[in-house]
Structures are given as C-alpha cells and as structure tokens.
C-alpha cells in the first residue's frame, strides 16, 4: 500500500473501557431550576439530571484517552506492502496490537492522520501506558514536530469556527472511497457492544484510505503551488 516515500497512516476506533462507571464523580452537587419548589419536584429533577450525567460521562469515555480502550486500530507503514486491521476485542488483543505497532514503527518516521495529534497519538501513549507496552518516542510538538502530519491541523489552520470533518474534506476535494461503510464513529461504542466488529472495521477501512486520498490530494497541490 505504502511507497517507502510514504509516511506511516494511522487511525484507531474507540470505546469505553470496560467498568467505565466506576470513574464517575458523581460528587459534584445538582441544583434544581429556581421555579421547582416542591420538595418532591426538587428530589426527582436531581435524580434524573444525576442519572443524565452519569449516561453523559459515559458516552463521552470513547473519546476520552483516559476512559476509553481501541477497539480497531489500522496502519500501513511505509517498510509493508500490508494494511494492518487489527481488532481488540480483549485487553490482551489491545496489548497485542499496540506492540505490533510500536515494533513496526521507528522513531523518525512521519506519522500521517487526520486529527492523530489531538486524538489517536494520545489515545496510543494513554493505553500503552495503561497496558504496560513499551511504547517508542515520537516528537509531537505541534509547532516543531516534522514527524507528525496531520491533516485535520494543516487544512483547518486554527480556524475553530470553521472546522471541517474527514468526510466533509474528501466530498470537497472529490477523493473517491470505494468501501461500504454504514456507521460514523459515533456509532463504534454501540457496534463494538453488539459484536458488530465487520462495521467497525469497514469504518476504520474507510477513513485510512480517504486520509491516504487526502494526503495524496494536498501533495499534489502543494508541488502545483511550488511549480
């Protein structure tokens, strides 16, 4: 897949970890709207505004690099003519997948993704920590760093207000995708429960190679702006 002038492509789908619940604080005190007066009324809206923040919590640990595991983590690396997909359905696949990346990787090579720095670089080093891999330097910096491209930085340039998707950018530039996929990542979470691991790894699939697309877009333009 990869040409050795390529950099290595990454993503990574997410859940929550297993027993999330128990890092819930729930401590935090819940005040009912000044118009509920009845004691029984007050009683009931914080019951139900504790129950909506604990599901809240919940649904937001897939996204968290402190409360969520990788499901599917996908690469191909510049020295391999082979995409990696491989699922974790177990801590010990977890484990597994991550040291055969971080063998496969070597400290210097460029990392390519779409949001890799805020997100899947954290979410590696997070769990690697977590599961006792060893896990290998990688220069982040996100004003010095040459060995991490990520797209989603280089095309939204800070613009917070003004920040497009994966999918938005690849129907903008017209990078075809060929694979059927049938979910979003905000649906991982509920397809990893249900043991719908074919969706999850087609998503994964899917966004490796518009990102290889993309990438490939903005070196073409790039060496056009040079021309």
């Known amino acids: 897949m990869n040409s050795p002038s390529e950099p290595t492509f990454l993503d990574l789908e997410t859940a929550a970890v297993e027993g999330v619940e128990q890092y819930y604080d729930d401590s935090e005190p819940i ?21 909506r923040r604990k599901q809240a919590f919940i649904e937001k640990a897939a996204l968290d690099p402190d409360l969520c595991c990788i499901a599917y983590l996908g690469f191909s690396m510049p020295d391999s003519p082979h995409l990696a997909l491989i699922p974790c359905r177990s801590e010990q696949e977890e484990c597994d997948a991550l040291t055969e990346f971080w063998c496969g990787y070597q400290p210097g090579e460029v990392l390519c993704g ?82 719908e691991w074919d969706k999850v790894q087609a998503h994964l699939l899917a966004d490796l190679c518009k990102v290889r697309g993309l990438a490939q877009r903005i070196g073409i333009a790039r060496r056009e702006v040079a021309a």
């Open 31 to 51: 005040e009912a709207p000044s118009n509920y007066v009845k004691p029984e009324a007050i009683e009931n809206y914080i019951a139900r505004e504790r129950v």
């Open 114 to 195: 779409f949001n890799i720095r805020a997100f899947d670089l954290p979410v590696l080093y997070r769990r690697s920590l977590y599961l006792g891999v060893e896990p290998k330097p990688i220069d982040r910096d996100r004003y010095r760093s040459t060995c991490v491209l990520d797209l989603f930085e280089m095309l939204n340039e800070g613009r917070k207000h003004q920040m497009h998707s994966l999918d938005w950018y690849c129907n903008r530039f017209g990078i075809p995708c060929d694979i059927v996929d049938t979910i979003t990542g905000a649906d991982v979470p509920d397809c990893v429960a249900n043991g």
